[in-house]
């Protein structure tokens, strides 16, 4: 159990550039969040904060209740675990076992071989288990960078651009883990372009634009803003202009999925 | 990476970013041999303040002092090495001093000068163009390696990796997980590039042709001429082993 909260946050870079201006938003333990947005709209420093490798310039994060000033980014991330959005970007062992334990023997885990063995079937990387992490697939890669967090259980997981350069499989496999993730009790944020993975895997939204929050709230009732989407330059799912046009005004979030959607489809068809 | 920042071009419109980079390269040169051949406070410390007035002019005296700050752990380290073997102020000061002195004749030099104007002006020594751009490349590409740096160890950092941490030659191998991501990927780019060089036809014609050439104005003239002139007084002081106070006596 975490939470998560900012509270009026700013971060400014080291060159004058206003990431944030005064983000305020709270995320409550088990939750699953989409953080959306246009390229440089703060998503990234935004869950940086979040992890503590960046502190606000002005306010506060706080993550149960203790500022981000005061803890240290392993204190936080034994808690709020963070993926990044390129996996090579930590690969440095020579095995994919290896690679997982690292955390573990950082955080000073006793059963480590226990909790590598968990990781690994997690998800689904056994049997490359002494192989090089350079070695394997982007997808694998992504999952590999993934499990390695995973490994020490953080109540929280807070992931880059997952789906960047997966292909249908990939990310099939990915939403699958990550509501995984979030059955066994974690909070799961992630940052995402990708409009129908978003819909598939989280709950809530939150807009960025320019370092504001410019929505947030359910997945559904963000995505059929078409306003809103628009002004952060994000496209909605197609399936929303489409049963916009067929005169639905009331979104539900299985409105935003195949299955819901052709009912109404057909039925509009027969009018 | 705090320290790399003052070897990164930024533009500039200033006396000193306008000069040519050859006699720039000249000067700066100067300087470091002055510095090497002769340890002695009191005319490290008149080098010092020529290059202070170089950065001034520049407007890089911010760039320069932020990487002077990521320096201080060596600094420190030479001083306690000096106070260790010679027990002398004086000489742990000089020898520092000296590192800075050296340091920052780069730093000016690298500050002032665009990569391309430096690639272009070793071609323009005779440098065959092959060699020029691998140069020119390395330099460009440091901001890139040391912002991968930094995201590496943020990486790190997140799955519990704490440098602060541990014994010296702890701290030493917590540098592991971070060095080899970034020559990984720094390999990895060396041969996105030659493949992309390659598809633009980089090395089709052996000879080739410039849009810029860079020309010697009277100013960039005396700083060569001053800088020769420095150089061939410290090689023969040094070979002649000629003392002259407050210099090397």
Known sequence: ?271 | MMALEGFRFRRGESFIHRSDPRAKFLLSFAFMMMAIAFVKLEFLLLIFTIQIAILANGRCLKDWLRSLKGLIPLIILIIAAQLLVSWSWVSAATYSLRFVVITSTMSWFLLTTSPDDLGLSLEQVGLPSDISFAFTMAIRFVPVISQEFQSVYDAQRSRGLELEKGSFIQRIRKYVPIIVPVFIETIRRTYEIADAMEVRAFGAKPKRTRLNTLIMRPSDWAISLIAVLLLVGTVCLYLFNIKVPLINV
């Not at chain 1, 334990?101 to 063995?117: E, P, Q, T």
């Not at chain 1, 909605?236 to 979030?253: A, N, Q, Y």
Request: hydrophobic fraction near 45%; include cysteine; proline fraction near 3%.
């Open chain 1, 1 to 271: 159990m975490v939470e998560i909260e900012a509270k009026d946050v700013w971060y400014s870079y080291r060159h004058g550039i206003d990431a944030l201006r005064g983000v305020s938003l709270k995320i409550e333990s088990g939750e699953r969040v989409a953080i959306m947005g246009e390229n440089g709209a703060g998503k990234t420093t935004l869950i940086k904060l979040f992890n503590g490798l960046l502190k606000p310039t002005k306010g506060e994060v706080l993550i149960d209740k203790i500022s981000t000033r005061n803890i240290s980014v392993a204190q936080i991330s034994r808690k709020v675990g963070m993926v990044f959005q390129k996996p090579e970007n930590q690969f440095f062992a020579e095995t994919v076992e290896e690679e997982i334990a690292f955390g573990l023997r950082n955080f000073g885990f006793k059963d480590i071989s226990k909790r590598v063995d968990e990781a690994l079937a997690f998800a689904s990387l056994e049997r490359y288990r002494g192989k090089s992490p350079f070695s394997l697939s982007g997808g694998e890669k992504k999952r590999l960078a993934i499990a390695t967090v995973m490994a020490w259980e953080p109540d929280a997981l807070l992931i880059d651009e997952p789906t960047i350069g997966q292909d249908l499989s990939q990310k099939v496999h990915l939403a699958t883990f990550l509501r995984d993730i979030s059955s066994r009790g974690k909070t799961v944020v992630i940052i995402t372009h990708d409009v129908d993975f978003a819909a598939e895997t989280c709950e809530r939204a939150v807009l960025l634009s320019k370092g504001v929050v410019v929505g947030d709230g359910k997945i559904e009732q963000i995505f059929s803003n078409l306003e809103l989407m628009e002004s952060a330059s994000l496209l909605p799912p197609m399936i929303v202009p489409l049963l916009r046009r067929l005169g639905v005004k009331e979104f539900t979030k299985g409105l935003l999925g195949i299955d819901e959607a052709e009912k109404l489809i057909v039925q509009a068809a027969k009018r």
